[in-house]
Every structure is written in structure tokens, then in C-alpha cells.
């Protein structure tokens, strides 16, 4: 399963990442205030479906192999308005696609609608959700601002990825709505793949089912 994390710069990309997966990669710039991520942070984490929960690098000893097991990859970007065409390239082919947004800063909600519709003119239509980030900080806005200025009217979640407040929850939803969405597609690949009138495959699905 591959995931890929958009949204404007500083929002709380790399830090949701991290609090992910504590391995990740992580590609900063760092020197005073002048920080920023040039390249992209990467992490990887195993997901348990049967048992839904997530097992990190030191825990893949804990892990049933008898158990629906994926592994889940999640790709950052950076945020920058000039990385567009990076972004392009990092969101083609994922699975899954999460949007970070400063909810404190609500200028950057131009920045994060721009990122919104390259998400989804990228990744295609594959599930997207929103964290509306920095839930800590008193002047955030609520998920529900967030989503009318996006003028959006389902999947933004309130998190903190600096506190890990609703962090791991909302991701262990989105990894079932994923998880549902592939299925859905490699079943319809099949039916193309086998060249022959859905029909048939239908009666072939209703005689089998009967056996
Ligand atoms: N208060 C608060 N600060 C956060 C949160 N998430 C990230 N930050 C801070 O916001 C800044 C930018 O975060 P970073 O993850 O580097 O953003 P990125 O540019 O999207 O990768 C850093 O100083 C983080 O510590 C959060 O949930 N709450
Ligand atoms: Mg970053």
C-alpha cells in the first residue's frame, strides 16, 4: 500500500511521518530558521488488518504472519508552490493520498486547495483525507472551517502531529477505506483483464457462488 503526504509547506508533513513511523527518512534543510524539507521524508510501517494496528520497526518480531498483514509505505513531498512538478511525479501511482494542512494558518488554505486539486488530478481516484494538523495550538480552526473554506464536505480529521492527538485512529480508518478501494480496483482489473463480456463473468460469479 502506497501512501503519498501532501500540503504546504510547514504544515506538519514530516512530523506527522515521524510520529508514523519514528524511522523515517527525513530530508531537511536545516540551519536556524531557514529550515525546510528539500527532498521527501519516507517511512514505512506494517499494517495488521485482521487485528487493525500498526507495528512499527522494532515490533516486527510481534507480528502473526497468520494474520492480513500490508505494508504500508508513506511518501512526503515538499510543499513548496515551485516543487509542483516533484509533487506530480510522488502522488502518480499511490494508493492514497493524506492533505496536511495548518489549521492555524488559514492563509495557506489557497496553498492547500492548490495542493488539494494536484492530489487528486495526480493520484486519480484513489481515497484522500485531510488532517486539518496543529489542533493544539488555540487559534486553530476547527476540521469543520477547514472544510468549508476548502468548500469540501467530508473526510477532514482533526489531529495534532506534535501531540499525536487522533493521529494513529484516523490513520488506521484510512488504511481500511484504502485497503477497500484496491481490492475494488484489482477485482475490476481482473474482469477487464480476462478480455470477456462482463456478463458472463457475472454468470460465471452466480453459478460458482451456488456451488
Ligand atoms: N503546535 C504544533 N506544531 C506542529 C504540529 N505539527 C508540526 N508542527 C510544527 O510545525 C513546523 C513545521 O512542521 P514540519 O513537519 O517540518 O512541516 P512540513 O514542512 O510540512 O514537513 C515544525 O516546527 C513543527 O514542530 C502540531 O500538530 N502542532
Ligand atoms: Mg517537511
Given at each position: 500500500?502506497?501512501?503519498?503526504?501532501?500540503?504546504?509547506?510547514?504544515?506538519?508533513?514530516?512530523?506527522?511521518?515521524?510520529?508514523?513511523d519514528?524511522?523515517?527518512?527525513?530530508?531537511?534543510?536545516?540551519?536556524?530558521?531557514?529550515?525546510?524539507?528539500?527532498?521527501?521524508?519516507?517511512?514505512?510501517?506494517?499494517?495488521?488488518?485482521?487485528e487493525?494496528?500498526?507495528?512499527?520497526?522494532?515490533?516486527?518480531?510481534?507480528?502473526?504472519?497468520?494474520n492480513?498483514i500490508w505494508?504500508?509505505?508513506?511518501?512526503?513531498?515538499?510543499?513548496?508552490?515551485?516543487?509542483?512538478?516533484?509533487?506530480?511525479?510522488?502522488?502518480?501511482?499511490?494508493?492514497?493520498?493524506?492533505?496536511?494542512?495548518?489549521?492555524?494558518?488559514?492563509?495557506?488554505?489557497?496553498?492547500?486547495?492548490?495542493q488539494?486539486?494536484?492530489?487528486?488530478?495526480a493520484a486519480?481516484?484513489?481515497?484522500?483525507?485531510?488532517?486539518?494538523?496543529?489542533?493544539?495550538?488555540?487559534?486553530?480552526?476547527?476540521a469543520?472551517?477547514?472544510?468549508?473554506?476548502?468548500?469540501?464536505?467530508?473526510?477532514?480529521?482533526?489531529?495534532?502531529?506534535?501531540?499525536?492527538?487522533n493521529?494513529e485512529?484516523?490513520?488506521?480508518?484510512?488504511l481500511?477505506?484504502?485497503?477497500?478501494s484496491?481490492?475494488?480496483?484489482?477485482?475490476?482489473?481482473?474482469?477487464?483483464?480476462?478480455?470477456?463480456?462482463?456478463?458472463?463473468?457475472?454468470?460465471?460469479?452466480?453459478?460458482?457462488?451456488?456451488?
Open positions: 500500500m502506497k501512501l503519498v503526504v501532501m500540503g504546504p509547506h510547514q504544515a506538519g508533513k514530516s512530523t506527522l511521518i515521524h510520529r508514523l519514528p524511522w523515517a527518512v527525513k530530508m531537511d534543510y536545516s540551519k536556524g530558521t531557514f529550515s525546510t524539507t528539500v527532498g521527501f521524508d519516507y517511512g514505512i510501517v506494517l499494517w495488521d488488518a485482521t487493525n494496528r500498526i507495528y512499527r520497526k522494532n515490533q516486527i518480531d510481534l507480528v502473526d504472519p497468520s492480513e505494508k504500508v509505505t508513506i511518501t512526503g513531498t515538499p510543499g513548496q508552490v515551485s516543487f509542483a512538478p516533484v509533487r506530480k511525479v510522488l502522488a502518480k501511482g499511490k494508493d492514497g493520498v493524506i492533505l496536511v494542512i495548518d489549521s492555524a494558518r488559514p492563509v495557506q488554505m489557497v496553498y492547500a486547495l492548490s488539494y486539486r494536484e492530489a487528486r488530478d486519480g481516484p484513489v481515497p484522500l483525507i485531510i488532517f486539518a494538523n496543529k489542533q493544539d495550538l488555540p487559534q486553530a480552526k476547527s469543520e472551517t477547514i472544510a468549508s473554506l476548502l468548500g469540501i464536505r467530508s473526510n477532514v480529521v482533526p489531529i495534532s502531529a506534535l501531540k499525536g492527538t493521529v485512529e484516523s490513520f488506521l480508518q484510512f481500511k477505506e484504502v485497503r477497500r484496491i481490492l475494488a480496483r484489482s477485482i475490476s482489473e481482473r474482469l477487464v483483464e480476462r478480455k470477456e463480456p462482463r456478463w458472463i463473468s457475472w454468470v460465471r460469479r452466480k453459478l460458482t457462488s451456488s456451488v
